[in-house]
């Protein structure tokens, strides 16, 4: 008789912030069509299919805010269907598959200790208003981990999170369970490891999907630890991939992804399970040390987002110039939102932590500040809050990992990171009359792509002179 075999997988939705900042709406994608945009294609293919077919109830999955919230407004009825799958796991295990992630998908450990707090509580707050309850795991962006992210993760009643095999410091861990991670101050974090092999495969072997019932059998079985198999333990494996490849990235694998879960695994005797349900069933029994500041989809560490490396193609050092000229732009944003607020409030990073409430529709500015202290203010002190404030929003969000993830600068990603940069430029000039856009240029002239065609300044002054002739008095939608 062999132990009982289980699986995880894991699907990690999310797609990065597509809007003008002036409009709140997506720019039409040529390279989408049929559909006016990637977020519309997307969904088709892959969100809308996967819920269709109840895929959201078996699987482990994250579903990132920004995708959420365009998901929220445009389709509520897929975003429903999610939830509800959720919810029905939490009615029958006590626990649910969903897990929450990091607000803007920002790279952790490049991150300031400030930064991660906010991604980590904006993370939360945006999950629980969507999933109606607290998030016992979280989805770290590119599975980039340090003692910081993960010590703010515990600090915020975060359980688990998910990585990869080789961000253990120890050689080849067996994946087929979980390990708690010792944290300063006597705080612990318990980490799943993916099988790195199998979620390659599914990722980029188009041919091992087509089958479920080979897949299980061929691929799947083997992989499990014989030695275990036959002591009775108790084993699972996790597989984690980008979501999208169910679908979109390889088309009609959604059923592939039904099929798995409705016939294939328990026929074979593999039950399908999720994280928060195989840690109250399995607690980790065993400590194991991590490799920081490392990730999954960068064998040079985290130096695809900050310095460049041979990841991709060509010569990266933009990414280098783009990482300096936005902590230096940032920096100034802070100092100036934190000096204008000390006046008002006795913490203004609380207040900005909070902010995700008035994103949500949860809160007024002016209520958010009395609830911090404020004295009563006019109607201009408050408006001049909350473009600071938005001015921190847009500071967010132009530190989204995707500006950083490909081979060069000319693409819509970075480009877009650039456009929230100087929205953000532009919102702390109509709250105060502070300009900074001069030092902003002039570090973003060393962005250039790598064809030679564009700067990062001239995508910053661009949208610059937009928002200064515009007519906006507020921002437009935020999700």
């Known amino acids: 008789m062999t132990a009982p075999l289980s699986l995880i997988v894991h699907g990690h939705f999310y797609q990065p912030p597509r809007e003008d900042p002036l409009s709140g709406e997506i720019p039409p994608e040529s390279g989408a069509s049929p559909y006016p945009n990637w977020n519309e294609r997307i969904h088709a293919e892959c969100y809308q299919a996967n819920a269709s077919d109840g895929n959201f109830g078996h699987i482990s999955f994250n579903v990132g805010p920004t995708l959420a919230g365009w998901m929220q407004y445009h389709h509520p009825d897929t975003l429903q269907r999610i939830v509800a799958e959720d919810r029905a796991n939490v009615g029958k295990y006590r626990v649910g598959n969903a897990i929450a992630q990091a607000y803007n998908h920002t790279i952790l450990p490049l991150a300031s200790y400030r930064d991660k707090v906010t991604q980590v509580r904006w993370g939360i707050a945006d999950f629980e208003h969507r999933f109606g309850r607290k998030p016992t795991g979280m989805w770290l962006p590119e599975t980039a981990v340090d003692t910081e992210s993960l010590m703010v993760l515990a600090d915020h009643g975060i359980e688990f999170t998910i990585l990869a095999p080789w961000q253990a410091n120890v050689p080849m861990p067996d994946v087929t369970e979980p390990y708690l991670v010792s944290l300063p101050g006597g705080r612990r974090m318990t980490v799943f490891f993916y099988h790195s092999e199998l ?24 992989r499990y630890n014989n030695t275990k198999k036959y002591s009775q333990t ?11 490849l169910y679908g979109h990235h390889k088309p009609d694998r959604h059923r592939f992804l039904a099929y798995l879960w409705e016939h294939s695994a328990p026929e074979n005797n593999v039950e399908m399970t999720f994280p928060a349900r195989w840690l109250r069933e399995h607690p980790p029994l065993h400590t194991i040390p991590l490799r920081y500041n490392t990730s999954w989809s960068c064998h040079h560490g985290i130096a695809r987002w900050s310095t460049g490396c041979s990841c991709t193609p060509g010569d990266s050092s933009w990414k280098e110039a783009l990482r300096k000229a936005f902590n230096e732009l ?50 201009q002190e408050i408006r001049r809050v909350e473009w600071l404030l938005m001015a921190q929003y847009e500071r967010q969000r132009m530190f989204t990992s995707c500006g950083w993830f490909f081979e060069d600068y000319d693409r ?3 480009k877009n990171n650039t456009a929230y940069a100087a929205q953000a430029v532009w919102m702390v ?41 515009s007519v906006l008095d507020a921002p437009r939608r935020q999700w």
């Not at 100092?335 to 203004?348: A, G, K, M, W």
């Open 330 to 379: 940032a920096a100034e944003i802070d100092t100036i939102y934190y000096n204008y607020l000390i006046r008002l409030i006795h913490d203004p990073w609380e207040l900005r932590h909070r902010y995700i409430e008035v994103i949500l529709g949860k809160q007024h500015t002016a209520a958010l500040l009395e609830a911090l202290g404020a004295p009563p203010l006019p109607f």
């Open 429 to 469: 000039y109509q709250a105060i009359g502070v300009d900074l856009s001069e030092a902003a240029l002039q570090n973003l002239r060393h962005v250039v792509s790598q064809s030679g065609n564009i700067r990062a300044d001239q995508v910053f002054l661009q949208h610059l002179v937009r928002a200064q002739t």
């Open 199 to 222: 979620s390659a495969r599914l990722s980029f072997d188009p041919h091992i999907t087509l089958n479920a019932d080979a897949f299980v059998q061929s691929e799947l079985l083997p």
């Open 412 to 414: 819509i990603e970075p």
């Open 234 to 244: 108790p084993q699972m494996l996790l597989l984690a991939s980008d979501g999208e």
